[in-house]
């Protein structure tokens, strides 16, 4: 998975940038624990960065697991992001909320399955509405997405793999879930 974009952009970056036909622009923004009541949907309708699609972690995952946001199967996603209006070929800017919860794991699941230019907002939206920038209510028309999965095995270990480099301190381990 090569680099071939800056991990972060800035929200005048993002603003100068933002009728650029190669630009699209997800809003990845996730309820944190403690607060799954929220409606992210909801929350996206009532305002989101003008041109903004919902790229909704939650109904992304894999429902089939017993465990919480697994990755999908890669066929399942590269149809979701079509469904989305999702085009792997544009510049992906990714934003939730400005506290880095959910974008870094929207940039991954991205990355994940082919998408080569792939950034961060930073700040995410609390940074773009620091700046004064302004919101759109409501959905986005799209077009269908052209979105072909090409899974990158090596961004994703097993549990197995894990116990292993625990148990023969092969790697550094870090667990990344909220406190």
Known sequence: MPMTTAFFVAADWLA???DD???QILDARMAPPG???RDMAGEYRA????????FDIEALSDRASPLPHMMPRPEAFAVAMREL???QDKHLVIY???NLFSAPRAWWMLRTFGAEKVSILAGGLAGWQRDEWLLREGEEAHEGGEFEAKFAPQAVVRLTDVLLASHEKT?????????
Do not use: S, T
Not at 47 to 54: D, S
Not at 171 to 179: E, M
């Open 16 to 18: 100068e940038h933002i």
């Open 21 to 23: 036909p190669e630009i």
């Open 35 to 37: 607060q799954e009541h």
């Open 47 to 54: 305002g989101h960065i003008p041109g903004a699609l919902f």
């Open 85 to 87: 209006g999702v085009r």
């Open 96 to 98: 939730d909320e400005g």
């Open 171 to 179: 790697a550094q381990i870090v667990d990344a879930r909220p406190a």
